[in-house]
């Protein structure tokens, strides 16, 4: 939604809006002209806005409840009210589109290709699910980009993280797609897995030139005769990595592609999982023509995406990382990411769930995740678009818990409580509010240490 709000301001449009929760992306947003309001309150849309022009367009996200006042305004007052992704698909309809889809890895991924295309020249633009360390938004816009007056235009590639809630990706065409994973997710609108993935399959089915699939999904996706296959270690695949070894707290390693093998590549992104989305980046970028040298030179200087394993601190003493993790998948590979950089050192993790209907949905699997910890603490569930469900909370996830050192901590107390703790590796992890809670305990944290 950040991303769609920096695009129309952008192009010279009076934008405004609200959110839930006031975060440092806000401010940015603020900053940059576009106007923010924090309660669900109709005298706090502008009055300008209140009469329904045909001009004025409402883009909204699946996040919003239903019983949101503001959103029904516009509905009672017959807006032209749109989802996020149809406005999405309507920007990139006529553009040169590389999108990447999966349950995880689609943030990182989709920034990698931004910037190997950065690196190469190829003036792209980018709708991303993260702000990239490099260029410090979530927002690529080309430089020659022409916003035509019916059709939303963009003349050179765009790069888009194309999102499965809710269905939303299929508002998407594009040339080249990536599905990095098809995990079970978001079974509040699916139902079950296998819808899920038919899903993934009619979004394959719309891609116009390349679809490019992680090696192990395979067969769960209809992808016809255009897939090209990745992996990170399936020899087997069109593209996959091999002689991976860690130096000086990156990964080297070789790529081999159906052109050729890409030797001598430096990736600093902890975690064998970020290894396999540069796979995946490199594959679409072959596609896109980028010169060997351009990839291996853009692989050394991307520095990752805020929220993706994020140090904040790091020292002798103490290494405090934050994580946007909220599926139990992302939390494996989170923790072991940790575990892997950090050998022999207690790692410590604060987990706030994100959905009643996740947590009941994957109770199980948390537990497991959250049992690599050497010490967990627990938020209570953050609930966005949801009402409570009875028996679903935290103390549900504790209980389930084999791990001995593990406790629920409350909101009010939590930089206290962990700022007293023997930390040694320390992550924050969820897609709740707690990253509001990341710059009090980095204060706290460097205070005491």
Do not use: W
């Not at 035509?148 to 050179?156: D, E, I, M, P, R």
């Amino acid at each position: 939604m950040s991303a769609l709000a920096r695009y129309f301001n952008a192009m010279g449009k009076s934008v405004s809006g609200y959110d839930k929760t006031p975060t440092k992306l806000t401010e940015k947003l603020i900053a940059e002209g576009i106007d923010i309001h924090f309660e669900d309150d109709l005298n706090l849309i502008k009055s300008e806005i209140k009469n329904p022009k045909s001009e004025i367009l409402i883009v909204y996200t699946p996040a919003i409840p239903n019983d949101h006042k503001e959103l029904n305004y516009f509905r009672d007052h017959n807006f032209n009210i749109k989802k996020r992704a149809e406005v999405l698909g309507m920007i990139t309809e006529n553009s040169y589109t590389i999108a990447v889809a999966g349950t995880h890895g689609k943030t990182t991924t989709s920034s990698l290709i931004a910037h190997i295309l950065k690196t190469a020249d190829l003036d792209p633009s980018a709708f991303l699910g993260g702000i990239t360390q490099n260029y410090n938004t979530n927002l690529l816009l080309s430089e020659n980009l022409k916003l035509a007056t019916l059709n939303f235009q963009l003349s050179t590639p765009t790069v888009v993280e194309a999102d499965e809630y809710d269905r939303s990706f299929l508002t998407l065409h594009p040339e080249i797609a990536v599905i990095t994973s098809t995990d079970a997710d978001h079974l509040d609108i699916y139902g079950d897995k296998k819808y899920m993935e038919e899903s993934y399959s009619l979004f394959a089915s719309q891609v116009k030139s390349k679809l490019i699939l992680k090696k192990s999904i395979q067969n769960t996706i209809a992808s016809g005769k255009y897939a090209l296959t990745y992996s990170v270690n399936d020899t087997t695949a069109d593209y996959f990595a091999q002689n991976i070894k860690i130096e000086n707290a990156a990964y080297q390693y070789e790529v081999t592609t159906p052109s050729g093998v890409f030797k001598n590549l430096t990736l600093g992104l902890p975690g064998l999982h970020n290894v396999e989305n540069s796979v995946a980046a490199i594959a679409a970028s072959c596609l896109m023509k980028v010169p060997e040298e351009t990839i291996r030179e853009a692989l050394r200087t991307f520095r990752g995406v805020k929220r993706r394993f994020d140090y904040q601190i790091k020292t002798d003493k103490l290494v405090f990382i934050d994580d946007y993790a909220h599926h139990p998948e992302e939390l494996k590979a989170a923790i072991n990411s940790a575990k892997e950089m950090y050998p022999g050192k207690k790692i410590t993790g604060i987990f706030q769930p994100h959905l009643f209907t996740r947590t009941r949905d994957f109770a199980d699997d948390f537990a497991k995740s959250l049992d690599l910890l050497d010490e967990c603490i627990l938020m209570e569930i953050y609930p966005a678009r949801e009402l409570p469900i009875e028996g679903v909370n935290s103390k549900m996830l504790l209980d389930k818990m084999k791990s001995a050192d593990k406790s629920i901590c409350q909101k009010k107390d939590l930089v206290e409580n962990v700022s007293r703790r023997r930390l040694e590796v320390l992550l924050t992890l969820g897609a709740g509010d707690i990253d509001t809670f990341v710059e009090p305990l980095k204060n706290e944290l460097i205070k005491r240490n």
